[in-house]
């Protein structure tokens, strides 16, 4: 028993720094991940996952560290003290806002860093500083002389590996457990971190990524006719009243920035939020179970999925990820009808990576930050505002031959939703959390923006010949803000909520005919299929996910990005079916038809991108290459 005491001691004192550091890295990797990020657990057994998450990655990350730093092994393990502190407050920083994790696409999307940075300042809190206290733990006890230095012998190292793929393994077939398939089916990466933990979900997404990089170079152009034959499988629209109401007419398309459906119609403090949008409902079509279907691209995303008709991606934005891919968007398709395609989007022309994209879709005109003057009065947030925004881009829009296909994006009701008091039309929310009280000043002075733009096309003399299309890009507020927007929807928010806090507004104004109020289920995706049949434009290779909103065959469903999804009677989120009408649990089964569905509409989305399958397609000719055998250049 003696030799076993003096054993421990020596070689506990050797290792003593190894397994502190192993220690803290797991304590203060569970405290974020439990406490922090507060990722749903909702069970022991779940409860025990998020406990063992953190131990393989640390182990793996100190056996590399110690293993290429055998001399400097003490300052081995304080520098993967501080590389996990780091991805944990970026993990945190992250997804305090979208309540989401990073992907390496969005890390090295360094084009848009400069503009976030006053959101970054917001979301970081001064307290977060504790997760680098293992850090000066280590510090003292290595460099106090506290300790001696680590001496790992091999035998020991190769024990360290083997015990990070074993633990790897205990806590994977636990996660399948509760979540089968969850590497390979899942599109939600809280469900991916809380099952095998941050570290282990950031070397996945590398693995992912790389993967995915690979699928162009091995695509042909039967994954294309592949596409093809599952989106002529299901039923076709019938032809609207409406088809070709608009034929020739200009098409202004707006984007609100972070506008949700649940401030139309409802009042704060007794004053409307969006008076002006609630009038213009009354005179439009307006789509009140219309969902984003966004991913990480946001706004990028929303265009994207507007002009093309294909899901954003499960991870990164399209626009950066596949900006060189063939594309057949609605700038290119009405191109040959004649039409001129411009932006308008007074900021940076390269935040999200949007210059190389509309070349891409075939954009005639891109009307970024140097067309504006813009200056410290007439400016707030993340640049010019709106109204400025409108009002300075009429000369523009005049400019452009006629017809038509206008984009306006718009900016001032951007987190952190700052105004300045001239500009703020109703008060703040009284919940205490910050950027939920401010949001609703910032949209009602959206609203005034949009009443400002009316007047000016009017006033223009390009109402009537036009037709105008609102639509909300994403959400503002995110789930990390449940509490606030309880106490304002004076409800608990469920996940079933959560789903349904998606809806944003989508308004189809055109001049001269009456408008209604729709409740059938739809999605961004709809807009180009819709638009397109309002102009009597003919889509015979339409490569389209989505269908008219107006043709009586709608399919009355909206499948969002990370798999979710709603249908005429149900709503599916995280692993729960809910009926639609009333948020009460029902039996899986009620879900099962629709999921398939909405599982192969993304996977068929996604392989057109992947691949860059449309650079097989024909122009002007419903066949691909393949069908008629001839060559075509793919696209560089
Ligand atoms: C930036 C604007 C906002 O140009 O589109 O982007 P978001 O952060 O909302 O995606
Ligand atoms: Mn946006």
């Known amino acids: ?42 069970s022991m057994f779940q409860e025990f996952i998020l406990l063992i998450t953190p131990i393989s990655s640390s182990l793996l990350l100190l056996g590399f560290a110690l293993l290429f730093m055998r001399k400097r092994s003490n300052l081995a393990v304080i520098l ?45 809190h001064f307290t977060d500083l504790w997760i680098f206290l293992d850090t000066i733990v280590l510090l003292v006890l290595a460099y106090g002389k506290k300790v001696p230095q680590i001496r790992i012998h091999r035998p020991e190292l190769v024990s360290v590996f083997a015990m990070a793929i074993l633990v790897f393994f205990v806590n994977w077939t636990m996660a399948e457990m509760v979540r089968p398939q969850l590497l390979t089916r899942t599109f939600d990466r809280n469900i991916v971190v809380k099952s095998i933990g941050s570290y282990n979900y950031h070397l996945y997404d590398v693995v992912l990524n790389s993967r995915m990089k690979s699928k162009k170079v091995f695509a042909d152009s039967e994954d294309l006719v592949d596409a093809e034959s599952y989106l002529k499988s299901s039923p076709q629209n019938l032809p609207s009243e409406l088809q070709g109401i608009a034929k020739g007419k200009n098409v202004f398309l707006i984007s609100l920035e972070s506008l949700q459906s649940f401030v139309i119609d409802r009042k704060m403090f007794n004053q409307e939020i969006t008076p002006f949008l609630n009038d213009l409902i009354e005179d439009s079509f307006y789509f009140e179970n219309f969902y984003h279907q966004t991913g990480q691209g946001k ?57 190389l994209m509309y070349d891409s879709m075939g954009y005639d005109e891109y009307f970024a930050k140097p067309y504006y003057t813009i200056n410290e009065e007439n400016s707030v947030g993340w640049g010019l505002k709106d109204i400025e925004f409108f009002e300075q881009s009429m000369p523009l829009v005049k400019s452009l031959e006629k017809p038509f296909y206008a984009k306006f994006l718009t900016l001032t009701n ?137 043709s009586a065959n709608h399919p009355n469903a909206a499948v969002l990005r990370n798999g979710s999804f709603i249908a005429e009677d149900v709503l599916y989120a995280q692993n729960t079916c809910y009926d639609r009408e009333t948020g009460v649990e029902v039996e899986d089964e009620a879900c099962d038809p629709y999921r398939e569905k909405a599982e192969n509409d993304l996977r068929y989305s996604d392989e057109i991108i992947y691949g860059d399958l449309l650079r097989f397609m024909l122009p002007d000719s419903d066949m691909t290459e393949s069908e008629a055998d001839v060559e075509v250049t793919p696209t560089p």
């Open 414 to 550: 951007h987190h952190p939703y700052v105004i300045e008091p001239e500009d703020a039309m109703i008060p703040n929310f009284t919940s205490g959390d910050g950027s939920f009280d401010r949001y609703f000043a910032t949209v009602r002075y959206l609203d005034e923006s949009m009443k400002r733009f009316f007047e000016e096309v009017k006033a223009n003399g390009l109402y009537e010949d036009s037709i105008f299309v609102l639509y909300g890009d994403h959400y503002g507020i995110s789930e990390n803000h449940n509490r606030a927007m309880g106490e304002f929807l004076n409800k608990e928010i469920t996940p079933y909520d959560s789903v349904q806090l998606q809806r944003v507004p989508l308004i189809i104004h055109i001049p001269g005919t009456d408008g209604e109020r729709i409740d059938t289920v739809s999605g961004q995706i709809d807009i180009k299929p819709t638009i397109l049949n309002l102009l009597g434009v003919e889509t015979p290779h339409g490569m389209m996910f989505g269908h008219d909103l107006f």
């Open 80 to 124: 993967v003290s501080v590389f996990t502190s780091v991805i944990l407050i970026a993990d945190l920083i992250y997804y305090r806002f979208y309540t989401d994790f990073i992907t390496l696409p969005v890390l090295f999307q360094t084009k848009n860093m400069s503009d976030l940075g006053g959101s970054i300042w917001e979301l970081f």
């Open 299 to 355: 706004t990028s995303d929303a265009e994207f999925i507007i002009d093309n008709s294909l899901y954003g991606l499960p991870s990164g934005a399209v626009y950066f990820t596949h900006a060189q891919n063939s594309y057949t968007g609605t700038p290119e398709m009405l191109k040959e009808e004649g039409y001129t395609s411009a932006v308008f989007h007074a900021n940076d022309a390269s935040f999200w990576n949007r210059e």
């Open 1 to 42: 028993m003696k030799w076993i005491k003096k054993w421990a001691i020596s070689n506990g004192s050797r290792l003593w720094l190894f397994y502190a550091a192993i220690g803290m890295i797991w304590f203060k990797t569970y405290m974020v991940q439990r406490f922090q990020l507060d990722l749903p657990v909702e």
